[in-house]
Nanobody, 121 residues
Framework: EVQLQASGGGLVQAGGSLRLSCQASEFTFDDFAIGWFRQAPGKEREGVSCISNDGSTYYADSVKGRFTISSDNAKNMVYLQMNSLKPEDTAVYYC???????????????WGRGTQVTVSS
């Protein structure tokens, strides 16, 4: 069974950086995309960034130029480097494996547990 374990969340001041990590178990990068979703209080879960199985990447408009997704397929790891963080980035971040990359959480096949990211102003 596929398991996705996210880590690296925390509390940071606006303008700071955090790096999220996702360890994927029993996962084949050829079969699914993999990436990050987030859910802020009172809001829908949304796609943040993703790597497709062809290596192409997706970023939500709100994080372009600030967040960078990367993977180490040999280690089954996916990372999200988050720079220039803003209070509006505060959310629970989930590692997930969608069928394809995009903003919708409806195409996610596997979810990991979330990690809280809090950005103070």
């Amino acid at each position: 069974e596929v398991q996705l374990q996210a880590s690296g969340g925390g509390l940071v001041q606006a303008g700071g950086s955090l790096r999220l990590s996702c360890q994927a178990s029993e996962f084949t990068f050829d079969d699914f995309a993999i990436g990050w979703f987030r859910q802020a209080p009172g809001k829908e879960r949304e796609g943040v960034s993703c790597i497709s199985n062809d290596g192409s990447t997706y970023y939500a408009d709100s994080v372009k130029g600030r967040f960078t997704i990367s993977s180490d397929n040999a280690k089954n790891m996916v990372y999200l480097q988050m720079n220039s963080l803003k209070p509006e980035d505060t959310a629970v971040y989930y590692c997930a494996a969608p069928i394809w990359c995009g903003s919708s959480a409806k195409v996610v096949f596997y979810w990991g547990r979330g990690t809280q990211v809090t950005v103070s102003s």
